[in-house]
């Protein structure tokens, strides 16, 4: 299986690999200095299993791929709350680096932008910009699961010719954003900006997202699931700037990108992607990037849509097994829509069936929705007089506790089967003695 998945990267790779579009970013000097043929991808799963294809070990700088990780620390730190006072959440359809803020609010749009960025890097409690940025780098390290450093030469270059950010964290300042020195923090954001990573590092961290704040390799909770959801949420609606709506459309994973180069997108509770070839396209987004997410989206079918898709698929088999009487095999995730899907089926066969038996072994997983969800089900077919038994032989997804009131569970098929049969008769029986 390993080398299957292996073989995909690397052939999505190789069909990209010409591309030549793009430019380099050449408003932060030092940028301009990179290698463009450079081409990387990684793909972390979130049990903590990494495939590498081509320069997945290239340094690059994080550049904008900080702005959600900086978002989710200020988030875990000081509340929803408190950060949405300062930052909004809804896309803006403006370039990265527009001087704005919400015509209402007078609070930046939202934290992909750098107006929002800067802002958020103000959120994170320190006593001062050293501590700070130390925090900063802390979290970003232990999402990648290694020690990051910063790339002095590009710190320095960005810092030299920073103008517009300048101009933003000023007019933040004039808004009421910015409690501390606007220098101070452009410093740190700066500096967050210039952190070194590989695309190996944006799965981890990616794939550390796509665990709700959970590392994959160590298992450590790095931030809370609250923020990460959040997080997701706005790469979701403004991580690839004015192309968002065709990203989502086309890719379906939450994302973001980086003038460095990079691209770093989530498939949540699934894996983590990381990009690297750093030509760029107008809107200062990786253009070979953007074509591998694509492709690997649409190959292995990651769009996050396709989720409720494949739900559709939790009733692997329907068996006839006596006069009416039907099993229902369910195997997969067995989440809310999955659990709705089985009910109208059931229901939907109300006419042909007078006893639906839910053989549930195969199921992988069951959250309580689903649970109570089943548990309706006999609720609803005993009102009209018919039966809804379980087989769950392990009681793995009816638990004996008070979660499944109602549930009639069997541990074999065929226990199942007699009872039902004996449901059948006694209906007939009580129809005819009415007859
Ligand atoms: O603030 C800037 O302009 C850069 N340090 C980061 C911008 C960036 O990466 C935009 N993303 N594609």
């Known amino acids: 299986m390993a080398e299957l998945v292996q073989r995909y990267l690397d052939e999505i790779l190789a069909e990209h690999a010409d591309v030549t579009d793009g430019a380099l970013a050449d408003y932060i000097p030092e940028l301009t200095r990179v290698d463009p043929s450079k081409f990387g991808l990684a793909l972390e799963l979130t049990d903590g299993f990494a495939y590498e294809s081509g320069d997945a070990r290239t340094q690059f700088t994080i550049q904008s791929i900080s702005k959600p990780f900086t978002y989710a620390l200020a988030l875990d730190r000081?509340?929803?709350?408190?950060?949405?006072?300062?930052?909004g959440v809804e896309p803006s359809g403006e370039p990265f680096n527009e001087i704005s803020v919400d015509d209402r609010t007078k609070?930046?749009?939202?934290?992909?932008?750098?107006?929002?960025?800067?802002?958020?890097v103000s959120?994170?409690?320190?006593?001062?910009p050293q501590e700070r940025f130390a925090q900063i780098l802390d979290f970003y390290s232990a999402c990648a699961g290694r020690?990051?450093?910063?790339?002095?030469?590009?710190?320095?270059?960005?810092?030299?010719?920073?103008?517009?950010?300048?101009?933003?964290?000023?007019?933040?300042?004039?808004?009421?954003v910015l409690d501390d020195d606007p220098d101070d923090v452009l410093d740190?954001?700066?500096?967050?900006?210039?952190?070194?990573?590989?695309?190996?590092?944006?799965?981890?961290?990616?794939?550390?997202?796509a665990r709700g704040g959970v590392h994959p390799a160590t298992g450590r909770r790095v931030?809370?699931?609250?923020?990460?959801?959040?997080?997701?949420?706005v790469m979701m609606t403004c991580g690839m700037y004015d192309t968002t709506g065709d990203w989502v459309t086309s890719v379906g994973m939450p994302a973001k990108s980086g003038v460095g180069g990079g691209i770093l997108a989530v498939l949540p509770g699934q894996l983590g992607i990381g990009v690297y070839s750093p030509l760029l396209d107008e809107n200062g987004n990786s253009v070979r990037g953007g074509r591998v997410c694509r492709t690997l989206s649409a190959r292995l079918g990651l769009h996050f849509l396709s989720v409720t898709r494949e739900s559709r698929?939790?009733?692997?088999?329907?068996?006839?097994?006596?006069p009416r009487v039907r099993v229902y095999e369910l195997h997969g995730d067995l989440l809310f829509a999955g659990a709705e899907q089985t009910l109208r089926t059931v229901e939907n066969d109300r006419a042909d069936v007078d006893v639906a038996i839910l053989e549930v072994s195969k199921v992988d997983d069951i959250n309580d929705t689903a649970r109570a969800m089943l548990a309706g089900m006999r609720?609803?077919?005993?009102?009209?007089?018919?039966?809804?038994?379980?087989?769950?032989?392990?009681r793995r997804v009816i638990p004996t506790d008070g979660r499944s009131a109602g549930a009639v569970v069997f541990g074999t098929v065929e226990d199942a089967i007699a009872a039902a049969r004996d449901h059948v008769e006694i209906q007939a029986g009580s129809a005819n003695r009415v007859g």
């Open 78 to 87: 000081i509340g929803h709350d408190a950060v949405d006072r300062k930052i």
């Open 147 to 176: 020690p990051l450093d910063v790339d002095e030469d590009v710190y320095r270059s960005e810092k030299a010719s920073n103008s517009r950010n300048r101009a933003i964290a000023y007019m933040l300042q004039s808004f009421g």
């Open 313 to 322: 698929s939790i009733i692997r088999a329907t068996r006839d097994v006596a």
């Open 379 to 394: 609720e609803s077919l005993t009102a009209v007089g018919k039966e809804g038994y379980v087989v769950d032989p392990d």
């Open 107 to 120: 609070t930046p749009k939202n934290p992909m932008i750098n107006a929002g960025a800067i802002a958020a």
């Open 123 to 128: 959120l994170i409690p320190a006593a001062d």
């Open 223 to 233: 931030t809370s699931a609250a923020a990460v959801q959040r997080t997701l949420s």
């Open 188 to 209: 740190v954001y700066v500096r967050q900006c210039a952190i070194r990573v590989t695309s190996r590092d944006l799965a981890e961290m990616a794939s550390t997202l």
